[in-house]
């Protein structure tokens, strides 16, 4: 049997690179998959990459720093494929580079909007549900910046901090339910969203490789392995934990020279 047969997943941002390669994965181990996405059409298209390889999903469009929309989706993930055993927030929102001086109050509490209170309110309409299964798992996607900041990017690396810490306690105050609860920290995944910054994919290898001990960028597929591991029986005795998927980043935080030494920053 696939690891995850029985499994019903509901994925925020789910029509995003990673959100998709998650829901994906979870596919091809046996989960039944809701999508939930802002842009409700990428999430379909998510939704019919999965029918197409034999999986069951099904998309909703979610806002998650809506209470009624985060609410919706999960009574939609309910009513479309009968329970929910596993929840992963991946939605976030991009997050404008700037000081305290330069940053306004709205761009400070849209981060704190999505990419915190969203993964409070997702957790909040979900958890009694994993209760009446017996428990399930909960997966965070927060980040390496949320271990080491990075300058000119409070709301961004705050936002994550906070979600690594606000799974710590998610993990102890459900522990008795049964309620498995982690977070993945990626380091720089390749994806169209991340790369804008400085220009492109191509651009951003270039950049962003050398900041890595693996000396490259991560990619989606490798996020989504470490959430099937997380979301699988596998991971058993695994909650509470931050998981780095981040090519030794944090550990390194310095830069691969083209002969192969490492220069520290």
């Known amino acids: 049997m696939p690891g995850l047969a029985n499994h019903v997943a509901l994925i925020t941002g789910g029509g995003g690179e990673i959100g998709s390669a998650i829901a994906l994965r979870l596919a091809q181990e046996g989960a039944a998959v809701m999508l939930g996405d ?22 909703v469009q979610l806002d998650v720093a809506s209470p009624e929309s985060c609410e919706a989706a999960v009574n939609a ?21 700037g000081t305290v001086e330069t940053l306004s109050f709205e761009q400070w509490n849209a981060a704190i909007s999505v990419n915190l209170s969203g993964v409070f309110l997702m957790c909040k309409y979900s958890v009694p549900h994993l209760r009446r299964v017996g428990g399930g798992t909960i997966i965070n996607i927060a ?10 990017r409070s709301p961004y690396c705050t936002t994550k901090a906070g979600l690594i810490f606000f799974t710590k306690i998610l993990a102890q105050d459900h522990a008795f339910d049964n309620i498995r609860v982690n977070s993945i920290s990626p380091g720089f995944i390749l994806t169209e969203r991340s790369s ?26 490798e996020i989504a392995a470490g959430a099937a591991f997380l979301a699988s029986d596998d991971a058993s005795f695994i909650t509470g934990t931050d998981l780095l998927i981040d090519g030794g980043y944090v550990t390194f935080k310095g830069r691969m020279l083209p002969d192969g030494i490492t220069k520290m920053i």
């Open 38 to 59: 802002l842009q409700l059409d990428k999430a379909e298209a998510t939704r019919d990459k999965i029918a197409a390889m034999g999986g069951r999903a099904e998309s």
């Open 77 to 97: 993930t309910i009513s479309s494929l009968g329970k929910l055993t596993t929840l992963v927030n991946v939605a976030a929102t991009i997050t404008p580079d």
């Open 143 to 152: 980040s390496q910046l949320g271990h080491i900041g990075v300058q000119y």
């Open 196 to 221: 804008k910054r400085v220009g492109g994919k191509d651009k951003a290898r270039k950049i962003n490789g050398p900041r890595h001990l693996l000396n490259r960028p991560g990619e989606p597929e």
